[in-house]
């Protein structure tokens, strides 16, 4: 059957899950036994993890919180990838520890996660990280910096003016671009 729910996996993301609909219990049970079988490649494991956690949002939970505490950064990141799909406060929150990631691409799709969400209430956390010495290399920003700007650019408040102001003195251009973005929707609400 393993080899059966493996061949779905050829399908886009969407016929998946309506051919996984069919397949009840059985093929979510299976989905993660494969997404944890240390036996299989990257990309099935990717895969079953990512596929459950759209099909069955409730029933992944369990499985998503495993993957998010994986030694596999891949199996973090395939889990954030889907945490949306559930609980807004859990994912926020998944999304929030993940910030703090040894890997910059697991790192990178929790502020994804927190962009998508609009997660005002973990703009602290992501103000903090524009600064934090892993998002630099030899001085230098990491992709990761322009996407948290955007996040923040996104979510915005007049009372964050300065801050953005400061941006524009960011060595990255894709800072600067997202301050700028923040600041013209401060002006056009005056």
């Not at 889990?79 to 990178?108: E, F, N």
Request: proline content about 4%; cysteine-free.
């Amino acid at each position: 059957y393993k080899d059966e729910v493996k061949s779905i996996f050829k399908h886009s993301p969407s016929k998946r899950s309506l051919i996984f609909k069919s397949h009840g219990v059985r093929g979510k049970q299976t989905l993660a036994e494969i997404a944890f079988e240390k036996t299989e490649s990257l990309e099935v494991r990717w895969d079953a993890i990512v596929t459950l956690g759209r099909i069955d949002p409730k029933y992944a939970q369990p499985h998503l919180e495993k993957a998010l505490i994986s030694s596999d950064w891949f199996m973090r990141n395939a889990a954030l990838v889907v945490v949306s799909y559930g609980d807004r406060t859990w994912a926020i929150q998944k999304a929030r520890l993940a910030l703090h990631d040894p890997a910059l691409v697991v790192r990178t799709a929790a502020v994804k996660v927190l962009h998508d969400l609009r997660a005002i209430e973990a703009k602290k956390t992501l103000w903090e990280k524009m600064s934090s010495s892993e998002n630099f290399k030899r001085g230098e920003s990491l992709w990761i910096r322009p996407i948290i700007a955007n996040a923040l650019a996104v979510m915005a408040d007049p009372a964050e003016k300065k801050q953005f102001e400061g941006m524009l003195l960011d060595r990255d251009p894709g800072v600067q671009s997202a301050a700028k973005i923040a600041l013209a929707k401060f002006s056009i609400k005056n």
